[in-house]
T-cell receptor
């Protein structure tokens, strides 16, 4: 089983749509979670950290369920510029090693 | 805004040659990392580095790989004898510390092609 598993995608949605990505992690020692976005042939860039209480940043909402070892990302009112690959990332406590999921590709169409 | 920088952006080498990939982490960061991403695959952790020593490494990071902080600003990844399967994008990252929810900032990557 993969350590971090994401929806395989791809997701093709119209502008303005709401889209949700799911991610599960298998290592119960994981303590910190992030969503990164990666544009084609570019470096991963932090989109948002994921906190136990859930957190929101504009159109983006992240949720964490530690009991189910599940993380989600919701994008509301999607824009063309949201087209990218979204990477779910888990880290163990106080450790730098980040484990990435395979990524879920989103294409937002006019 | 401070950034992680990497050089070169592209490197082509012959199998069996040594390559050195260079990174300049963000200046007040203390933790440094190397990741790689083979084309079409996921980002994979290679090694983390703190206080002039390796703090963690993956099974990918075998004896052919080494890291060094030769001075106060550079962080390098050396591949001693490159193989075809080393062809990938190599990302350097840095963070202030390794605390929970500490963000790692990634450089733009070096695309390595081994022929």
């Amino acid at each position: 089983r993969k350590e971090v598993e994401q929806d395989p995608g791809p997701f093709n949605v119209p502008e303005g749509a709401t889209v949700a990505f799911n991610c599960t992690y298998s290592n119960s020692a994981s303590q910190s979670f992030f969503w990164y976005r990666q544009d084609c042939r570019k470096e991963p860039k932090l989109l948002m950290s994921v906190y136990s209480s859930g957190n929101e940043d504009g159109r983006f909402t992240a949720q964490l369920n530690r009991a189910s070892q599940y993380i989600s990302l919701l994008i509301r009112d999607s824009k063309l510029s949201d087209s990218a690959t979204y990477l779910c990332v888990a880290q163990p406590q106080n450790a730098g090693k980040s484990t990435f999921g395979d990524g879920t590709t989103l294409t937002v169409k006019p | 805004e401070p950034e992680v920088t990497q050089t070169p952006s592209h490197q082509v080498t012959q199998m069996g040659q040594e390559v050195i990939l260079r990174c300049v982490p963000i200046s007040n960061h203390l933790y440094f990392y190397w990741y790689r991403q083979i084309l079409g695959q996921k980002v994979e952790f290679l090694v983390s580095f703190y206080n002039n020593e390796i703090s963690e490494k993956s099974e990918i990071f075998d004896d052919q790989f080494s890291v060094e902080r030769p001075d106060g600003s550079n962080f390098t990844l050396k591949i001693r004898s490159t193989k075809l399967e080393d062809s990938a994008m190599y990302f350097c990252a840095s963070s202030v510390n390794s605390a929970d929810q500490e963000t790692q900032y990634f450089g733009p990557g070096t695309r390595l092609l081994v022929l």
